[in-house]
């Protein structure tokens, strides 16, 4: 028998090869009259040739950093008061998103960005149409009400559902030219999601659902995906996969592999989804129980055993980072204390206090 949960997903998902070419069909449906842009450097230039396709869009900030900062959000919400914005499309990675997601939040109030980010001001009851399309195939923020925003070194994850996407365009010929490396990032950073949201202590029936479907078509694309980016079948596949992921940590919320990635970027630069694989097949050993054993033979599997060794194998083939002396000089003492004291590592459905955690990163040297 199922136990008792609440399960809900506002967004509406446009999913499929060529979504993105009707955008100015879509945006029409969702009576989006005045819209603005937020992208990074790479795809400024596309996104200045929509504004002059496209009526309705009205402005583009181009400016979006790999780890978001709070600036480029204060930018964006220039431009969407300036220019009366009643939505905010967000295309490209997670930074993105997460830029567009924290600016239509706070748009329409009195107070700055700032003040929002600090916690002194409570988000406003109205905000802007959010629009999120991603380019890569892991962040998952199309369908999470969680934005990660830095401010100089400080990086916060707040969660809050003003941030909750009204639409998500998942296009899989979007992320057809995305580098090897990065394609390898953001799949292990979905698989995280996957397995996170699926172990997780708030884990519930459908959200464990699309958690094992999105880990098992994970592990059957993200190589070939890897290997040969132009595969397309390759691409839609970790598309999907990565949507399922975000699904499946969207109410659960993720666990200690991402509570241990925020030290692990902030302090030694690791990109976001190589810093949650960085601990991610050590905590598949940790985290071991029948649930989890049940997930592998689901997805084909014999174990967690075989489940970690397929991750690590991953990793390498990547050319990730995997053990603390490729970091360069580690304060153990304080990426402990940091990782332990993340709100996220109450999550775990195993205990990962400071003695813990030193125990998995000292085999990991």
Known sequence: MASDFVYSQPVKIYFGEGKFSHLGEILNE???????????KHFSPEAEMLRGELDCIVGVFGGVEQNP???????????????????????????????AKF????????????EYYRGLRPFPDKRLTI??????????????????????????????????PRAAIVDPVLSSTVPPRTTMNTGLDALAHALEGYWSRNHQPISDLMAIEAVRIIL??????????????????????????????????????????????EDYHLP?????????????????DERLEYLCRAVGLKDTEELAQRIAALKALGGLR???????????????????????????PVKMDESALRRMFEALR
């Open 30 to 40: 969702l009576g989006s009259k005045r819209c603005v842009i937020a992208c990074g």
């Open 69 to 99: 900062q709070l600036s480029g959000i204060e930018e964006t919400v220039r431009l969407c008061r300036d220019l009366d914005a009643d939505t905010v499309i967000g295309i490209g990675g997670g930074s993105s998103l997460d830029t």
């Open 103 to 114: 600016a239509a939040a706070v748009t329409l109030g009195t107070g700055e960005p700032i």
């Open 131 to 164: 629009v999120a399309v991603p380019t890569t195939a892991g962040t998952g923020s199309e369908v999470t009400q969680v934005s990660v925003v830095s401010h100089g070194t400080e990086k916060k994850t707040i969660n809050n559902p003003v941030f909750m």
């Open 220 to 265: 059957g694309n993200l190589e070939e995906a890897y290997r040969n980016g132009s595969d397309r079948w390759a691409r839609s596949n970790m598309a999907y996969a990565a949507l399922l992921g975000g699904l499946s940590f969207a109410l659960p919320k993720t666990a200690a592999s991402h509570a241990c990635s925020y030290p692990l970027s």
């Open 272 to 288: 976001h989804g190589e810093a949650c694989a960085f601990t991610l097949d050590s905590l598949v050993r940790i985290n071991a």
């Open 322 to 348: 995997t053990r603390l002396s490729d970091l360069g000089e580690v304060d153990l003492d304080k990426l402990c204390r940091d990782c332990a004291a993340h709100p996220l590592m109450n999550n775990n």
